[in-house]
């Protein structure tokens, strides 16, 4: 005999098939999401690798601002990074080491090194070594992200947000050349949403990792959002990979 559903059956039956349908096709989309979100995180990975995070590396860079100028020799492991001026003579020795987030000031004859605020951070020389060290895959969440163009080159923006409150920035907006894999330019932002600073980056050097050619970063321009025409320039030279004892980084060994 044939039996005929009634309407609130066969509207019974629908919702129970479309709840299925979602139901099924749900781990398809979160492995969807998933694999997006990991995607775009090995991209920052990449981006970061180029400008330093490497199991030992050094290189030197000139600073300029306004009528300033200072010359360093760097020592980094990963995103930890020691900067020892070379010249001009009369800052010879004094040292910036940072170290998971954490950052120092040394100079020869002080008896300890001296700790660097969060404020601090966000000023002077330790704002110039606070960007280069800036880990973004590690110490910041991926909130969005979407194609844009900057000079007429395509690139992914992300935005940017801090993990923990001892990164100087709370936000930040990170463009990302798609094709090299390389951060170009970084807005940083203040809790209050401010912007403090903007960074342009160049990427002329390359370095051997893996037996294969890697770009590294060669110039980064840091544009002041507080005081307006307030411009640095950091030329960086001589990128080799090297292994740096662990001793360089700690606190305790910057007299010597």
Same mark, same amino acid.
Request: overall charge positive.
């Given at each position: 005999m044939l039996m005929l559903k009634t309407g609130s059956q066969l509207m &019974? +039956?629908?919702? %129970?098939?479309? $709840?299925? $349908?979602i139901l099924l096709f749900m781990p398809l989309l979160s492995a969807a999401v998933s694999t997006e979100e990991e995607n775009y995180y090995n991209v920052l990975l990449e981006a970061d690798k180029a400008r330093g995070n490497y199991d030992g590396i050094t290189w030197q860079v000139n600073i300029q601002t306004r009528n300033?100028?200072? &010359? +360093?020799?760097?020592? !980094?492991?990963?995103?930890?990074?020691?900067a020892e001026t070379l010249s001009p003579a009369k800052y010879k020795g004094n040292k910036i080491l940072m170290v998971s987030g954490n950052m120092w000031f040394y100079k020869p004859g002080l008896s300890r090194a001296v700790p660097i605020s969060r404020r601090q951070k966000l000023l002077g020389e330790a704002s110039y070594g606070d960007i280069s060290s800036t880990n973004y895959a590690h110490d910041y969440a991926i909130e969005a992200v979407r194609s844009d163009e900057l000079n007429e080159k395509p690139c992914w923006l992300f935005n940017l947000k801090s993990k923990a409150k001892k990164n100087s920035y709370d936000r930040i907006h990170y463009w990302v050349d798609k094709e090299q894999r390389t951060g170009v330019r970084a807005d940083y932002f203040t809790v209050s949403g401010k912007r403090i600073?903007? !960074?342009?980056?160049? +990427? %002329?050097?390359?370095?051997i990792d893996a037996e294969k050619n890697q770009p590294f970063i060669s110039k980064i321009t840091i544009m002041d959002g507080i005081q307006a025409g307030s411009v640095t320039v950091m030329d960086l030279s001589e990128p080799e990979l090297k292994k740096i004892p662990d001793y360089f980084f700690n606190v305790n060994f910057l007299r010597k």
């Open positions: &019974h +039956y629908s919702v %129970q098939k479309i $709840a299925l $349908a300033k100028h200072k &010359h +360093y020799f760097i020592r !980094a492991l990963g995103f930890d990074l020691l600073k903007s !960074a342009i980056m160049e +990427y %002329q050097h390359t370095i």
